[in-house]
């Protein structure tokens, strides 16, 4: 897949189709970052916590009229999110214009991911300017796929590779999966499963919710600084983020790579310090783009600076070190592949 | 961009895709398999008398539409189905009132445009109500039971009172069927005449009725007599030929994801009564 072009069943990640005028103020209050100004074709990622400031969920909306959005939520948190949002909207908001259905199984999802990902979805795609000048990175599209109307096009990237999402209309799903298949086959396009997408991510670094953070992980302590935005007017979890804020950000999710690279420590597998538990791996696979192992870690602040070397404790008793690396992405920390 | 059924720009590039999408429900369906309307379905037939026999059919090809707005605004009083009523409209739709606020609209197969294009229209009518129409034809599964033991087969899995005093023909529900969150339509055939059993006239569906004429509040299937006041049917005999059960007909409408178990449960409920399944046919509705 990093070289050629690879597809995925991605269907059960949950969807939710939302309408009317004041979807962006809910959008601005389940999401910890801003949705005011996201223009129509545009996909943004976004990260909902709870009121606890835990994170609740992750995914991305994209615009796709002037009143008319889909949202995206991890497969496990769909029916949740659905109802996180009916909760805020029927209790708090009833006078907001916002219509929520959830279609997650009205579309078959489909991930074209690679660096010949392009080259497939010009073969299959109609209405659709592919170029990275017309449809670039982040942004949103709708149009034909393999003579199926009505399917919906985000260009993003969780194995971090160039890669299309297709949303198409569930019935279709096998259609468009085959013709994939078939139009590919110069190409290289070849079916990959979920443990290859689990180990594309972690060398990407993305997270995922409810593996890397658990039921106590704010959103300062996964890492998503970037993304919070606490001049907002208000939204889901913000008073105790601003307490995390100012008392201390606690544990933080941070990249590691043992220093022997064959060693590929167990998820769940302790950081020791001085006979202490200071953290534990959340994610780890050998890299095939590394030749060696990586892992996501939760670990107190204090150990999560750059160049940190850190003691694991592996389930045989054995102790290894590993050093905490500038970011948490492993493979391409600039972005590059996912751009051209 | 690509050019379906023909080679790249040049000639020379790799084949083109030469297949019609076909759809799929997420019911299987039991042979023989045939295409209608660019749908996978059964080509099966029911053996049974088409209006007392007991069958049960895939009818996901149908299309499928939500519309929201104001349960007491301009928009619900052009549709003129209350919450808990199904009615047809002149085009030969089925509007059901699936919610507070809700609607679900069942038409032929492929009038996803027409119908989402006629909803808008009458959106654009209730001026200033939050209006919203979203196709779920593909979101969802639809499975119609028909015969004069269909009560019962549903009663096996529903709690709700079945009896013709309390859901008569043209009610609507929303309840757990099997376990599942399920709406449910008691839409029984008009006897030969019916609607679901004669196929409309060509092009009707096509056209959609004008919003101030959406529905015809009176109700389908003039073979259901109304039950008598205070009747209330004891268990098993929900329906019984030549009486209130016959023609009696139930559209059950789920997630697509539990369409194969929704049906599965009803075809191992009805075994008892010689269920059999009955292969979609246009219009279906």
């Known amino acids: 897949m990093r070289e050629r072009v690879g597809i995925i069943d991605v269907t059960p990640i949950g969807k939710l189709d939302l309408r009317g005028a004041d979807v962006p103020r809910l959008l601005n209050l389940l999401y910890v970052n801003k949705w005011s100004k996201l223009e129509i074709g545009r996909v943004r990622y976004g990260v909902m916590c709870a009121e606890d400031g835990v994170v609740l969920d992750d995914g991305v909306t994209g615009r796709l009229g002037a009143e008319h959005y889909l949202m995206s939520t991890t497969s496990s948190g769909a029916a949740t999110i659905w109802e996180w949002a009916e909760n805020w909207l029927q209790t708090e908001h009833p006078d907001w214009q916002v219509h929520v259905t959830p279609v997650t199984t009205a579309y078959a999802s489909i991930n074209v991911a690679g660096p010949r990902s392009r080259d497939l979805i010009e073969r299959v795609t109609e209405g659709v300017d592919s170029t990275n000048e017309a449809f670039p990175y982040m942004h949103v ?86 993304a919070i935005k606490l001049d907002k007017d208000d939204f889901a979890g913000q008073p105790e983020l601003a307490w995390q804020l100012a008392g201390g ?19 769940a597998s302790q950081i020791i310090d001085d006979g202490r538990i200071a953290g534990r791996i959340t994610s780890s696979r050998m890299s095939p783009a590394l030749g060696r192992s990586v892992c996501l870690a939760l670990v107190d602040g204090r150990f999560a600076e750059p160049g940190t070397v850190l003691t694991v404790r592996l389930p045989s008793g054995r102790r290894i070190e590993a050093m905490v690396t500038p970011q948490l992405a492993h493979v391409d920390p600039d972005g590059g592949r996912m751009r051209v | 961009m690509s050019e379906r059924g023909g080679s790249g720009p040049s000639g020379s590039g790799p084949p083109r895709a030469s297949t019609e999408p076909l759809a799929r429900s997420p019911i299987a369906p039991a042979p023989p398999v045939t295409v209608v309307a660019g749908w996978e379905v059964s080509g099966r037939r029911a053996s049974a008398d088409p209006v007392v026999g007991l069958t049960i059919t895939d009818c996901t090809p149908l299309t499928k539409v939500q519309l929201r707005a104001p349960a007491a605004g301009g928009a619900a009083a052009a549709l003129g189905v209350p919450f808990g009523r199904a009615a047809r409209n002149p085009a030969g739709m089925l509007v059901a009132g699936s919610g507070p606020g809700e609607w679900l609209v069942i038409a032929s197969p492929g009038q996803g445009r027409q119908l989402t294009a006629w909803l808008a229209r009458l959106a654009a009518r209730a001026q200033d109500e939050p209006v919203t129409a979203v196709d779920l034809t593909h979101g969802r599964a639809l499975i119609r039971l028909t015969g004069s033991r269909s009560a019962d087969v549903l009663a096996k899995v529903c709690g ?109 409920s009805g075994a008892e009564f010689g269920i059999e399944i009955d292969g979609f046919e246009p219009p279906g509705i």
């Open chain 1, 141 to 226: 599209r709708t149009g034909r796929i393999a003579g199926v109307d009505d399917c919906v096009l985000w260009r993003i990237g969780f194995t971090g590779e160039l890669s299309y999402e297709l949303h198409v209309p569930a019935g279709y799903g096998l259609h468009v999966w085959e013709t994939l298949l078939e139009r590919g086959a110069d190409l290289g396009a070849a079916p990959f499963g979920v443990e290859a997408q689990r180990i594309l991510r972690l060398e990407k670094g993305h997270l995922i919710v409810g593996q890397d953070t658990d039921g106590l992980t704010r959103a300062f302590s996964a890492g998503l600084d970037w």
């Open chain 1, 249 to 267: 950000v606690g544990q933080r999710l941070v990249g590691l790579q043992p220093a022997d690279g064959s060693v590929v420590p167990e998820e």
């Open chain 2, 160 to 268: 709700i009172d079945l009896s013709d005093d309390i859901t008569p023909d043209g009610a609507a529900f929303r309840s757990s069927v099997a376990a599942l969150a399920t709406d449910v339509i008691r839409d029984d055939l008009g006897g030969q005449s019916g609607a679901a059993a004669q196929p409309a006239q060509p092009g009707a569906a096509a056209q959609p009725a004008q919003p101030g004429a959406a529905v015809q509040p009176a109700r389908r299937g003039a073979a259901v007599q109304p039950a008598r006041p205070g009747a209330v049917a004891q268990p098993g005999q929900l329906g019984r030929p030549g009486q209130a059960g016959r023609g009696r007909s139930y559209l059950l409408h789920c997630e697509r994801s539990s369409g194969q178990y929704l049906f599965d449960v009803l075809l191992r």
